[in-house]
């Protein structure tokens, strides 16, 4: 059975880091693109970063150079770097991936995913 299981999260003041983790336990995991999401109360899940085969990412707008999406092929692996966090990123945090080439920040683009992690920033 497939799992994608994310770590990190937690409870943070404003303005701290946090690292997300992800690993997959997935053959051939250089041959997934994989994706980080997030969804809050009340409000739709959003595409926050993808990382493709190719190990180039693509961001949402409202990144701002604070989030950076990484992977570690030889641990099945993916990791969402927060800086500079702020209260509106409170969520839960999910990872997903997808066999093949693709860039999408779209979730139903993604047909694994993980169970989230939640992420807590207080002013």
């Known amino acids: 059975q497939v799992q994608l299981v994310e770590s990190g999260g937690g409870s943070v003041q404003a303005g701290e880091s946090l690292r997300l983790s992800c690993t997959a336990s997935l053959y051939n995991y250089r041959t997934y693109s994989l994706g980080w999401f997030r969804q809050a109360p009340g409000q739709e899940r959003e595409g926050i970063a993808t990382?493709?085969?190719?190990?180039?990412?693509r961001y949402a707008g409202f990144v701002e150079g604070r989030f950076t999406i990484s992977r570690d092929n030889a641990k099945n692996t993916q990791y969402l770097q927060i800086n500079s966090l702020k209260p509106e990123a409170t969520a839960m945090y999910y990872c997903?991936?997808?066999?093949?080439?693709?860039?999408?920040?779209?979730?139903?683009?993604?047909?694994?995913w993980g169970q989230g992690t939640q992420v807590t920033v207080s002013s």
């Open positions: 990382i493709d085969t190719y190990g180039i990412t």
């Open positions: 997903a991936a997808i066999r093949g080439w693709s860039n999408a920040l779209v979730q139903g683009n993604y047909n694994l």
